[in-house]
Every structure is written in C-alpha cells, then in structure tokens.
C-alpha cells in the first residue's frame, strides 16, 4: 500500500460527507488506521471508479459559465490589552454551530450572502460568499472586499466577548510556545502526541483528531517538520534546538526529536497543527469546458509560485524568526504520512523502516508529501482535437514521478475508451456531412 491510500481516503470522505452534506462535517465512526488499512484497496478502487464516473458524465460538458469563488480562514484571538498578550481563542468555537446550516443565526448569515464552515484548527473560521461570483461581471470583482469585511462582521457579531476577534493571519506567531491558548491547556493529548500543542486546538469534530492520529500512526512516528532558523549573529546553528522539552508521557514518541527528527540550525513542529492549523485564502474557478480547465490549471502552476511569494506573510513559527516567510513547507509536512522506506530515509533508532503499513503491502519511493508541488502538467497534447493545447509540449513533463500501475492501468484504459468513442463519434459525423 502507499500513500495515495491516505489521500483517496480523505479525498472519500470529503465528497460523501463535505460535498453532499454542503460543506458540513457528518457524525460517524472513524476508523483506527490499523482497522482502516485493511480497506485501503476497496476505498481506492471505489474511489478511482467514483473518479472516472464523474468524469465520464462531465468530459465533454462545454460553454459552462466562468464562476469563481474565495474561501478566506480566520483565526479567533483573545487580546489581553492587561497583561499585552494575544493568545488563540479555544472557546468560541460555537460560533460556526450558531452561522452553520442548523443553527439558530444561519439566516443572519444568508442576509449577509457569506457561509462559514468548519476547518482543522477550533480557533479557526471558514469563511465564503454566498454563491459563486460570475466571473464575466465587472460588478461581482467590485463587491469581493466588500463580501470579504461582511464575513468578519458577521463572525464577529456572534462572539459575545469583544476582546476575542477573527484575524486573517496565515499563522499564529507563538503557537507551541508557553500558554499560547485561551484557555490553556497542557501538551498531552492521545492524538498528536505533540511535545507542544495541546489536542485541544483541534475541531471536536471527530474527523480530525483521527486524521491526525492516523498519519502519524501509518508514518510510525509524528510528523516531523523542520523549518531552518534565521540567521543573525547570536543564531545558534550547531545544535538541535535547545527549547525542545524533556518529556516521558508517551516515551516512544517523546525522544524522536532527540533521535534525529529535530534537525541542527531549525525550528522543529511535530503536530499537524502546526500546517492545518494555518490560515490562508483560497481561490476556486469553474472552466467552460475540460480544455479550458487544464490551460488554466497548467498556467497556474507557473503562476502560483509568484503569488506565494507576493503574499508571504508567515516568518515566524514557534516564536522562532525563520529562514523563509510562507508555510508551504510547513503544512506539507503536517500532512506527511509516508514511511522511512517511503521518503527513502533510514528510520529512526527503534522505529520500524514500513511504518504501520501491512507487511505484505506494496510499497515504493515517493519523494514528496501528499500535499506538494505540481510533478505533471496536464496538457494532452496526443489527443488535442481542439487545438487549444498547442502551448504545450512533452519535455514540460520532465519529472519521474511514481506510479501506481493499477491505477494508472485502469485510468489509461477508461482514457483510451474516450478517445476511441470520439473518434468513432467524429468519423460518423464526417461520413454523415460527407467530409470522408
């Protein structure tokens, strides 16, 4: 098994639960990732069958009308004006119980055309307009900020305590550090295990704390994510960071940092929090037709590069002044469920090379998290009957990226089916205008 298992998982439940139930979390039981490894390969096949039905249904869908649309994720921060402290506010989560779909101030929320869903950290607010914005009106571009200051007045409405605000911070300078929550809580918790953040911050939707239980389960270790130190001239590079607590609560995942995790010269995170409980804004587009989709998709991943660098704005993480300013890297590695073997790393002293993974499960080198960069582009050059790939060429695609043979076996024939039935639609269609 590899780690597209864990993907396709969450990827499942996302369009069971997310999608259906429009953008809510359902209750259910989740499954211990021991229990759950053992219908990997079910989840997998129904999820690349769920995949290639949509597909089917939608490929040849054209003239679509442009919409897009913005999520924006607030933190909630308590300002102790006092002592001159902010700290994240765990207590007010019962603000998206009240705006959500049942709740009793849901109505206030569609008054205002904005919606608010639930996200990984208990602090943090999802945050989107209404509807879709037509990406053809000059009107809608006007009104985005203007939706975007009613989303925060509206959150804000609903917390009784005025000293508590939603801020769009990508992330939380001191989160790990001392008592950085509101209330406070001791590092301690079943899930992540974290030497510095509390189970608490996560959403008491039981989804999350499973997922985050889960990767580190598969991994056999927590998450481990270095991020390099700021150098100045009191920067201390030739030791792991000396701040990292001494603790025996859970001994066999308590020493990794000591037992190479934590690299020298960097600030070391070993919760999914530290990632997925980021903020960020998040923009989404709906294409005309699948051609214009992937020219978009192709275009942006030269692009979005650029605007992560533009919108930097993360140069701190556990009170530690950084060597970059954005969290990709972080929450790439908050997500990170691959094996030594996997990441082709040598394990940790005492830590098994497959992780939990099934002895007889098939593993191989993937050299990059789940949650990553862009390995392939997607232009068909092969099959272009519109004409509109003709930017593309295939030595753009010069990374080796794994492959899932199964997988790809199956998509490759469903893909070939298409083309076949095109074709064959095409040739009728020239025979019937007499074009043959």
Known sequence: ???????????????????????????????????????????????????????????????????????????????????????????????????????????????????????YGRYMIEATPQKPYNGESLKDYLYVEKNMNLRRSVAQSEISDKNKIPLALTSFPRMGVDKFTSPSYPANGPASKSLFLPDQIINRHVRFPTLTANIRRRRGQKVAINIPLYKDEKTVFDEVDPTIPKRTLFPYEDNEAFLGAAKKGHIYMDSMGFGMGSSCLQVTMQAPDIFEARYLYDSLVNLAPLFLSLS???????????????????????????????????????????GNTKSNAKLQKIP?????????????????????????????????????????????????????????????????????
């Not at 008054?111 to 608010?116: G, Q, R």
């Not at 753009?396 to 024939?413: A, C, H």
């Open 312 to 354: 930097a704005a993360a140069p701190i993480f556990r009170g530690h002044l950084a060597d970059q300013d954005v969290r990709w890297n972080v929450i790439s590695g908050a997500v990170d469920d691959r094996t030594p073997f996997e990441r082709n790393e040598a394990p940790l002293k005492g830590h098994p090379d497959r």
């Open 1 to 119: 098994m590899d780690s597209t298992t864990s993907t396709l998982v969450e990827n499942y439940i996302d369009l069971t639960q997310h999608h259906l139930q429009m953008g809510l979390l359902s209750l259910g039981t989740p499954l211990h990732w021991k229990d759950s490894r053992e219908y990997a390969e079910h989840v997998r096949d129904n999820g690349i069958q769920q995949l290639l039905t949509c597909f089917d249904a939608a490929h040849d869908r054209v003239h679509d009308k442009f919409l897009w649309g913005d999520e924006l994720e607030y933190m909630v921060v308590k300002i102790d004006d006092a002592n001159m402290k902010v700290t994240l506010a765990l207590d007010e989560d019962d603000v998206l119980e009240r705006l959500g779909e049942d709740g009793v101030s849901y109505q206030k929320a569609l008054d205002n055309d904005v919606l608010f869903h639930p996200e």
């Open 368 to 436: 990059k998290s789940r949650y990553d960069s862009v390995d392939q582009y997607l232009g068909d050059y092969q099959n272009d009957e519109s004409g509109k790939f003709n930017y593309f060429k295939p030595e753009f695609n010069d990374l080796d990226s794994p492959i899932n043979k199964k997988v790809f076996n199956k998509l490759t024939e469903k893909s070939i089916k298409i083309i076949t039935k095109k074709q064959i639609i095409l040739k009728i269609f020239n025979l019937q205008t007499g074009k043959l």
